[in-house]
């Protein structure tokens, strides 16, 4: 592990120096596997948030109550410390940067890490595929990747990014706080151009089923909405 | 209802086993027929015991055990697995 830094007050970014890494696809995984000193073994898996670097993965793991993967991941371990990792991991899941059509991502929570990873290949490739961004979170305060999202959908060419409130909005919010609505994946904007877009939906396993709902019930195919649930409600 | 994750979570466990990315593999259920992704099996865990269900009729198609002495693997609720070539070049990248 060679870096740590917070990306809100739950949800840390972890850095990872791989031996023979051979890059990865957006949307990929890894699995972590810790031991205890009894022999009691954990698995967890955690979506890279990032293309590789050098060498170096990045996930971003959400600190559950009581997870003890994640509690150790963004509590105990420290920087130099050796992680047990495999991976990359599933080849269902990813986009294909070769493929033209637009991409609609709708995330729930920490569901944006892979989709983060998405963006993140489509901006250092340079790629101008449409893309467009819903991420649900509870308060403003829990816009994983907030900074960087905004500075990214500032940019020519960069993403469009829209921020859901299920709990608490920023006053300059016009859309009163609460759950996904049909209406927050399909605002009438123009932005495919008439091309079919590729749909990525990760989050909570209630958020993924509900936002699948609303996408086939907009007219989406079912073979155009790729899904990821990681447990929860 | 108990918690869930989906047959993306299945991807590390079947590494050991498959030579080609098992979780886009079409799996089909031997209860009621129905065809689908690996990736897209409703799963029940935690690891070391992964059951994957038929997102159709919810019962078992796959089970994937890890333990001290190896992994066992179960398809019994499975008919057939189909992997596509492009499975096969995705995992060979």
Known sequence: MTGSRLETATAHTLSLRVDEWNGHLPGQHIDVRLTAPDGYQAVRSYSLAAPADDGVIEITVQRLPGGEVSAFLTDIAMIGDQLEIRGPLGN??????????????????SGVVPLMS????????????PLRLVHSV???????YGDELTRL??????????WLYTRTAPT?????????????????????????????????????????NHLLAAGHHADRIRTERFGGR | MSEHRDGNALAGP??????????TAEVQCRACGLSTTLAQLV????????????????????????TPSGTWLDLGGATSFHFTSTATRASSR
């Not at chain 1, 509870?138 to 994983?144: G, L, S, V, Y």
């Not at chain 2, 799963?43 to 890890?66: D, F, K, M, N, Q």
């Open chain 1, 92 to 109: 269902w899941f990813v986009w294909d940067q070769d493929d033209p059509s637009p991409v609609l991502l709708v995330a729930g929570g």
């Open chain 1, 118 to 129: 998405m963006i993140r290949a489509r901006d250092r490739a340079d790629i101008q595929t």
């Open chain 1, 138 to 144: 509870r308060t403003p305060q829990d816009r994983i």
């Open chain 1, 153 to 162: 959908a500032a940019q020519a060419g960069g993403p469009s990014v829209t």
């Open chain 1, 172 to 212: 300059t919010e016009t859309r009163p706080p609460g759950r996904l609505r049909p209406s927050d994946l399909d605002d009438g904007s123009n932005w495919t151009s008439g091309a079919t877009p590729i749909c990525f939906v990760c989050g909570p396993t209630g958020f993924v089923e509900e936002a699948a």
């Open chain 2, 14 to 23: 079947l590494a050991d086993i498959f030579t080609v990315e098992a979780t």
């Open chain 2, 43 to 66: 799963v029940y865990g935690p690891e070391p015991g992964l059951v994957g269900r038929c997102p159709g009729c919810s019962e078992h198609v796959i089970r994937v055990a890890t």
